[in-house]
């Protein structure tokens, strides 16, 4: 997962300290991971479009969902709200937003 990382920790300069797991949801292949965001500004749309797209690009096409939770560096227990960064994804995207965000393949794909 090391290419992974690196090119989510390259997304944007605010990204920091990646962590995936991948598990099972039925039959679906599911990669779950957390990142550290600096600063105190809002994390918007081309942020995590831009980090997204590092998922997209570094994993198999049998990765079929992904969810991405973002945690503040400065006190990790809480978790940044993505709401506003998910409201202008393309309107084709679905995204689901569950404190994080999750996405099908195909929406990843999309961006």
Request: net charge negative; no cysteine.
């Amino acid at each position: 997962m090391s290419a992974l990382y690196d090119a989510v920790t390259a997304s944007d300069p605010r990204v920091a300290d990646p962590l995936a797991t991948i598990s099972y949801s039925g039959f679906a292949k599911t990669l779950s991971m957390s990142v550290l965001i600096t600063g105190d500004e809002p994390v918007g749309t081309e942020t995590l479009t831009a980090i997204l797209v590092a998922v997209r690009d570094t994993t198999p096409d049998d990765i079929e969902t992904v969810g991405l939770i973002a945690r503040e560096s400065a006190d990790e227990e809480r978790i940044v709200d993505l709401r506003s960064a998910i409201a202008g994804l393309p309107d084709d995207v679905t995204a689901l937003y569950d404190g994080g965000v999750t996405l099908a393949r195909v929406d990843l794909d999309k961006l």
